[in-house]
């Protein structure tokens, strides 16, 4: 599968698109228009093997929350991220068997050499 989870209206997200430049193969999924469902979450984690690696940690609601200060647990991250498409790091990009998770100059450079 070759798909990338971004949010439209975010500067970043627009740039990494534009710099990666992927292929008409890839599906772009759009968050705050379709926002992730839990069979689609689901599969993210089967790449991760952790909902806390998706989450962002960076997100206002996180920080409004005090969730840094919270015990969560894996079923709570989860929750977390099928509430709101903000708590997901973004962009997220499959690339057949390769999953790159956020903005991150490196990510995103692993992410171009894996296209």
Do not use: W
Request: glycine content about 0%.
């Amino acid at each position: 599968m070759k798909k990338i989870y971004y949010l439209s209206t975010c500067d970043t997200n627009k740039r990494i698109l534009k710099e990666l430049n992927l292929s008409d193969e890839f599906i772009k999924q759009d968050l705050k228009t379709n926002p992730i469902t839990e069979k689609e979450l689901d599969e993210l984690y089967r790449f991760t093997t952790s909902y806390e690696a998706l989450i962002n940690k960076r997100a206002r609601m996180y920080s409004e929350r005090d969730l840094k200060n919270k015990s969560l647990q894996e079923k709570d991250f989860k929750k977390l991220l099928l509430e709101h498409y903000t708590f997901l790091k973004r962009p997220v990009l499959i690339n057949e068997t390769e999953l790159f998770i956020g903005n991150s100059k490196n990510t995103v450079a692993s992410a171009k050499e894996s296209l």
